[in-house]
């Protein structure tokens, strides 16, 4: 998926991230792992929000589970508890920017190509642009975004990803910061949140944190061995 285009094929999307996401790091983050034990192991279900309220967690529940949806032959965002990863990292130093020069003047109304402009951290830019957003979805499609079928949350995310939802120019990243995060926790090792069970990384065929596979690069065969994460564990 392009950070323009949210209706694109799962498939588009890893093609396009996969060696971004999975084998790069992870440059916006603060990069602060969860080390509590089974962090990473918490059902959606059973997961309290450490920095979402419960409006803001229905939100990016429905969001994320567009940007990456459940139906086709891999796991979907919520199969994978990307909107754990979002909230742990938003309650974190990235959330508090805390590794991002964050001095003035801003300019938030400039051309985009003079970078990020806004003096909000990004835990302030989710926090102002959901009920923004939502409100814009209310006035020019009814509802909510959550309570919106599939289709038209769709379009109320091209339209966001378009710039054409009318948020104030401070909040102009959200759609940025929500595809990225949602790439992030797809593919991030599990002690971060997401990646429940290295389930996008079967699905890719990445071998994880395993400490030797250079013989399998350039093989036009899948690589025999399951995921290993970085505290050892095997998929």
Known sequence: MSSKTPQTTRRVFLGGTAGAA??????????SPDTRPDAQAVPLDDYSPEFLSAAEW???????????????????????????????????EFGTAADLYMEGPFVPDAAPQLGIQSPLTPAEIYRQAIPAFDEWCQRNAGAAFHDLDADAQDSALQALADGDTDLAPELREFWSLLLQNTREGYFADPMYGGNAGMQSWIYIGYPGARANYLEWIGRDEPYPLGPVNIAGERA
């Open 58 to 92: 229905t939100f990016l529940m429905a969001a994320t589970a567009r940007i990456i949806p459940s139906e086709g032959d891999g796991p979907g965002a919520l199969e994978t508890g990307v909107p754990i990863f979002i909230d742990r990292q938003l309650a974190g």
């Open 22 to 31: 999975a084998l790069a790091g992870f440059s916006s983050l603060a990069q």
